[in-house]
């Protein structure tokens, strides 16, 4: 069986963007990829919508038969990586909120007020340092 062209660009993309968000993902070239990425993706969903017979033609040279069905095949690559790219933000989220809970815990830590040598021996630290004046 093969492959028509349609399944083998698709197959492309999956791979790019798999490997794109495995490698670049914190550089701001990065970032500025998928800016350009969606306003290109805009322009090609204005220009499907106001001339779709374009669609077709380039649906059949590419060995789709409707343009609607090459469409579907784009969008389910823009939702994979809308997808994956969701993922991605969300997991260095969590990463970036764990680190920040660590530094205030440890910023805010608190000394106990007993040590275990205190306790070991009968004494508590308030009356250690005292005179044995009572104070009122």
């Known amino acids: 069986m093969t492959a028509t062209i349609i399944q083998l660009l ?7 963007l798999v490997f794109y968000f495995l490698s670049n993902r914190r550089k701001a070239r990065a970032r500025a990829g998928v800016k350009l990425g969606f306003v290109l993706f805009v322009i090609l969903a204005v220009w499907a919508v106001l001339r779709p017979n374009d669609l077709t033609v380039v649906a059949n040279w590419v060995g789709v038969d409707r343009g609607t069905d090459l469409l579907l095949y784009f ?3 823009a939702f994979f990586f809308t997808t994956m790219s969701t993922w991605f933000r969300f997991r260095e989220l969590e990463v970036r909120y764990s680190r920040l809970a660590r530094a205030v815990a440890l910023q805010n830590a608190v ?5 275990d040598a205190d306790t070991a021996s009968g004494t508590d630290s ?3 340092g005292s005179t044995g004046s009572t104070q009122l």
């Open 75 to 77: 969008l389910v690559i």
């Open 111 to 115: 000394k106990p007020e007993r040590d």
């Open 126 to 128: 308030d009356s250690a």
């Open 10 to 16: 698709l197959l492309v993309a999956t791979f790019a």
